[in-house]
């Protein structure tokens, strides 16, 4: 079958611009069609209405005679059939840069394929090939090479992938015979592509191993841009973002690296272990997608547990990334009020419609789903400490509804995960997974702890009075994002948005608090003065207790054989009795 075809010219890249010609072949419009911008793009479930950035869509037959193209839907045009081959010309502001947007200039362009490749209905199910002619410097998540033709299997794997033209760094690595490649786009030589590649390989590695030898890509690449973190799961690699000396920096890094174990993770968990819901969804609206606290929530557990099986983290950072999880949970009112699943389907109005009431209204899918992971794991080692533990599970999925691409075009249901789980450990296991994930409750790791040689230990004296709020730095004062439900300042009629002036008359900064709340102490009421917008207003604040600090660390008392649990299940030797402290 002939191909669709797109022509991208990045000639006017300097005003942001990226003309498009898109060509549908002559057997594939005598039936007139539909052309179709994506609203959203797969990997992230919230309606970005690509069009918006859409300033030109003119259609013309082989003579180049134009064509009429009715709207008839925000995103989409009909239309009429139409003897032999039609080019429609598209033009695009590109200014967004992001991992989900695109954003051309003097030095570069990244182009994704859902904000640039509009479908042609009929012919969606064809091959869709690109070229970018007059350029070399090319990177793509498709097979081809310099100017293209870069070819698509068809329109869903096209806008699976992503572009990056300019002058970049690359580094490769191979991982059992598949290459896999760090390409760094961003500006300045700051960061060590080589010694990132390694590190993905390494990576790379610890996951195929979770899938017993299983790497389903013939070539695995990162697309990485300057950014503040952040990344995309594609068919064939993932596009990230980061800050150009992200390396240099012990946190930064730690988190990198787990951001690059996620992406790369979902080669097989939501890119070939697909929610049932995402196989070939349509783009032209959203999706309900209600097992996301699997796609994205055991994704974000074992991106904690893989690096540390891949040598890349040690334990204090395998500690403080999942207690990262833990204390997220902990400080989230909002999961006394939405189960998991209800966060996951209300993705595309929630999760990635972040405001101040966020943490009130609702859970994270990503960090809640993440600790149900942890719980799991840990409660199937406690019964089988010589098992597979979660792997099993995963692995188990994965071969019934992954690894073969007929099963692929099904997708996997939450009852396949249920089923897993009781497979893999029991039916209470499934019960208390269901429970877990229909509720609004959260999970109890503490007393499962032990089977891996861990504990919760005490952080230092909790003498902090809780004022229930979430601070940042202002101009002056202390910026509150978001006034805790049910806490202290929530409960005087503290909210997000107010600015904090002064406690008892006395001006503060967010630095200053800790030490002016241990002051006062636990149940003294203090007077809060806020600005909100252009007033003054006052609040008399009843302090509550401190929350107990606490950190999940090494158990000092872990015997011989919770050691071994601890190695079996992160790869790394318990470190008792020298327990590092944590990087950052
Ligand atoms: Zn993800």
């Not at 300033?55 to 032999?84: H, I, K, N, Y």
């Not at 959260?442 to 009075?465: K, S």
Request: hydrophobic share 40%.
């Amino acid at each position: 079958m002939e191909p669709v075809t797109y022509a991208v010219d990045l000639d006017a890249r300097e005003q942001h611009l990226v003309a498009v010609r898109m060509t549908v072949p002559g057997d594939a419009t005598g039936d007139g069609g539909r052309l179709v911008v994506a609203t959203w793009t797969p990997g992230s479930y919230v309606v970005r209405d690509y069009v918006h950035h859409l300033q030109r869509v003119v259609a013309r037959d082989a003579d180049g005679d134009p064509l009429p193209l009715v709207q008839t839907d925000v995103s989409a045009w009909e239309l009429p059939p139409v003897v032999g081959p039609v080019t429609i010309d598209l033009e695009w502001y590109a200014h967004d840069l992001g991992v989900r947007t695109n954003h051309v200039d003097d030095r570069h362009a990244l182009l994704v394929g859902a904000a640039t490749f509009p479908a042609f209905e009929p012919a969606r199910h064809r091959p869709h090939h690109v070229t970018i002619p007059g350029v070399d410097d090319v990177v793509a998540l498709l097979p081809g090479a310099g100017s293209g033709p870069y070819v698509a299997d068809d329109h869903a794997h096209l806008v699976d992938a992503a572009f990056e033209v300019g002058p970049h760094r690359t580094a490769t690595v191979d991982v059992r015979g598949v290459e896999h490649r760090v390409v760094w786009a961003g500006h300045g030589a700051g960061l060590d592509v080589d010694r990132l590649a390694a590190d993905l390989g390494r990576l790379a590695e610890a996951a195929v191993d979770l899938f017993d030898g299983d790497l389903p890509t013939p070539r695995y690449t990162v697309i990485a841009v300057e950014g503040q973190g952040g990344g995309l799961e594609h068919r064939d690699g993932c596009v990230v973002s980061f800050p150009p000396h992200a390396d240099g920096d012990p946190a930064r890094r730690r988190r990198l690296l787990g951001l690059l174990s996620h992406e790369h993770l979902h080669l097989w968990n939501v890119r070939r272990l697909i929610p049932a819901a995402l196989v070939d969804p349509p783009l032209d609206r959203p999706v309900l997608t209600p097992s996301l606290w699997v796609a994205e929530g055991w994704t974000s557990y074992y991106d904690r547990v893989l690096p540390a099986r891949a040598g890349v983290w040690g334990v204090a950072d395998l500690l403080v990334g999942l207690d990262a999880l833990r204390d997220a949970v902990d400080r989230t009112p909002g999961a006394d009020l939405q189960s998991l699943r209800d966060a996951s389907r209300t993705a595309w109005t929630k999760h990635y419609r972040r405001d101040e009431n966020t943490p009130n209204a609702g859970t994270d899918y990503y960090g809640h789903g993440a600790l149900v992971a942890f719980e799991l794991d840990l409660r199937l080692r406690a019964a089988d400490p010589e098992g597979p533990g979660l792997d099993g599970v995963l692995r188990d999925l994965w071969v019934r509804h992954g690894r073969d691409p007929d099963a692929r075009r099904v997708g996997f249901t939450e009852d396949d995960v249920l089923a897993a789980l009781a497979r893999v450990g029991d039916d209470d296991l499934a019960r208390r997974c269901d429970e877990l994930v229909d509720r609004p409750i959260r999970p109890d790791v503490a007393p499962l702890l032990g089977a891996v040689g861990l504990t919760l230990q005490e952080d230092g004296p909790a003498d902090v009075p809780e004022l229930g709020l979430v601070v940042g730095p202002a101009e002056t004062g202390v910026a509150v994002r978001t006034a805790l439900r049910g806490g202290a300042a929530w409960r005087a009629g503290v909210s997000g948005g107010d600015r904090l002036l002064a406690l008892d008359g006395e001006t503060l900064g967010a630095d200053d608090l800790p030490a002016y709340l241990r002051a006062r102490g636990s149940g003294a009421t203090v007077t809060a003065t806020l600005a909100r917008g252009a007033r003054l207003i006052e609040r008399r604040i009843v302090l509550d207790p401190p929350r107990p600090r606490l950190r999940l660390a090494v158990d000092p008392a872990a015997g011989d054989a919770a050691a071994l649990a601890f190695t079996r299940w992160c790869g790394l030797p318990h470190p008792l009795p020298d327990v590092p402290a944590p990087t950052a």
